[in-house]
């Protein structure tokens, strides 16, 4: 029976600057001096030859808040078809449902109806939310 070698699916990498002989030696592909031949010698994609670059053409407008708080909201409605009647809820229960991932802080808003009696642990509330849930009999815990 005779074998047959498989074909190469990777090919070796160009191993430049390891003598003349390995075809790749001497300026190593990169041709004769300048700018391109040294060394860190690319210069970057976005720059447009000693014009004034897009970036600084641009009118800059606006404010961004660096202290801002972003959440991951949950909505009423949605603790509403996720929980029975005396469930506790907070990130641990929210994480286990693959509600929120728990990278930020959660809020509960008030979108949906609520009529389980729960009790809600978390980050943040919205005026609404606290009213359904505490009309429904829940009650709310910050923190």
Do not use: H
Request: hydrophobic residues 30%; positive net charge.
């Amino acid at each position: 029976m005779e074998l047959y070698e498989m074909p190469k699916i990777v090919k070796n990498r160009k191993r430049i600057g390891r003598g003349n002989a390995s075809g790749w030696g001497r300026t190593s592909g990169k041709g004769e001096k300048g700018q391109k031949a040294r060394s860190g010698g690319s210069k970057p994609q976005y720059f447009e030859g000693g014009q004034t670059p897009l970036i600084r053409r641009l009118p800059k407008r606006g404010f961004k808040n660096i202290f801002r708080v972003e959440y991951d909201v949950v909505n009423v409605g949605l603790l509403n078809s996720l929980c029975s009647d005396g469930d506790r809820v907070d990130l641990k229960f929210l994480m286990d449902k693959n509600v929120v991932k728990g990278s930020k802080p959660v809020k509960i808003l008030g979108d949906g109806e609520l009529n389980k009696k729960v009790s809600v642990s978390v980050d943040a509330f919205s005026k609404s939310a606290k009213e359904k849930i505490e009309k429904a009999g829940g009650s709310i815990e910050v923190g």
